[in-house]
């Protein structure tokens, strides 16, 4: 559920250069908890981010994964309905070859956030685990790039770790590179993307059963606006 840190001076290398060939395997040492793979979390987020768009009528051609780590969440995106184009984007040079190498595509592109250029020209940014890495006094500058990259009218997935589940810091603890992280609450993300210009749409919370209580899944898109998911979306839009 996590990413690589961004908004860090362009000479320093990402800590996460160093787990850019075993992620998987030390991501699933706290994700076995709940009985899922990461991959579970992963398809999790899409779908659900995917029915807010139809909510709004919003449809996205170019799509930015910030912080896309391994690039995992790039496929996913680019299997929504008008996508045309994604891009993937991290600090950790090493993550951005092996996301190259694994999830090549002519219509994808990955580079390290050192060689980025915002531009305006995206339709849809999504972000998943990626603040609570980022030092509290780079977030502003985090979120002004993400501003930067969306057409007017864009919408931005904003996904965290709810600090607020138990379960959430329980696994947390139990991933190495996420141990020491500074989690956000969704008070905080909220007023964090209000501060870069954007405009809040909803705030859904996900991922509440293990999956031993499977069977009780279906409930969570009903109450997806109790704060008891052990994530949470915080979907913004740029205004136009």
Same mark, same amino acid.
């Given at each position: 559920?996590?990413?690589?840190?961004?908004?860090?001076?362009?000479?320093?290398?990402?800590?996460?250069?160093?787990?850019?060939?075993?992620?998987?395997?030390?991501?699933?040492?706290?994700?076995?908890?709940?009985?899922?793979?990461?991959?579970?979390?992963?398809?999790?987020?899409?779908?659900?981010?995917?029915?807010?768009?139809?909510?709004?009528?919003?449809?996205?051609?170019?799509?930015?994964?910030?912080?896309?780590?391994?690039?995992?969440?790039?496929?996913?995106?680019?299997?929504?309905?008008?996508?045309?184009?994604?891009?993937?984007?991290?600090?950790?040079?090493?993550?951005?070859?092996?996301?190259?190498?694994?999830?090549?595509?002519?219509? *994808?592109?990955?580079?390290? =956030?050192?060689?980025?250029? $915002?531009? &305006?020209?995206?339709?849809? !940014?999504? /972000?998943?685990?990626?603040?609570?890495?980022?030092?509290?006094?780079?977030?502003?500058?985090?979120?002004?790039?993400?501003?930067?990259?969306?057409?007017?009218?864009?919408?931005?997935?904003?996904?965290?770790?709810?600090?607020?589940?138990?379960?959430?810091?329980?696994?947390?603890?139990?991933?190495?590179?996420?141990?020491?992280?500074?989690?956000?609450?969704?008070?905080?993300?909220?007023?964090?993307?209000?501060?870069?210009?954007?405009?809040?749409?909803?705030?859904?919370?996900?991922?509440?059963?293990?999956?031993?209580?499977?069977?009780? *899944?279906?409930?969570?898109? =009903?109450?997806?606006?109790? $704060?008891? &998911?052990?994530?949470?979306? !915080?979907? /913004?839009?740029?205004?136009?």
């Amino acid at each position: 559920m996590t990413r690589s840190a961004v908004a860090k001076p362009p000479e320093a290398k990402s800590e996460f250069d160093g787990y850019a060939e075993n992620y998987d395997e030390e991501l699933q040492k706290g994700l076995a908890v709940s009985g899922e793979s990461k991959q579970y979390f992963a398809t999790g987020r899409i779908a659900f981010l995917q029915k807010c768009l139809n909510k709004l009528k919003a449809q996205a051609q170019r799509v930015l994964d910030f912080g896309c780590g391994t690039g995992t969440s790039v496929p996913l995106l680019h299997a929504l309905p008008g996508v045309n184009f994604t891009q993937g984007i991290d600090l950790s040079a090493e993550c951005i070859a092996h996301a190259e190498k694994t999830y090549h595509h002519q219509d *994808r592109r990955f580079c390290t =956030l050192t060689d980025y250029q $915002p531009d &305006g020209s995206f339709d849809l !940014v999504f /972000c998943n685990g990626v603040f609570h890495h980022i030092p509290v006094d780079k977030r502003a500058g985090a979120i002004e790039t993400i501003f930067r990259s969306l057409k007017p009218g864009g919408i931005f997935a904003f996904w965290e770790n709810n600090p607020w589940n138990p379960a959430t810091r329980y696994v947390m603890s139990r991933i190495p590179f996420d141990k020491d992280a500074i989690t956000l609450t969704p008070h905080e993300s909220r007023t964090l993307c209000q501060s870069g210009g954007f405009q809040i749409v909803r705030t859904d919370y996900l991922f509440i059963f293990p999956r031993l209580l499977k069977w009780f *899944r279906p409930l969570e898109q =009903l109450i997806s606006s109790w $704060p008891v &998911g052990t994530q949470y979306q !915080v979907l /913004c839009r740029k205004p136009i």
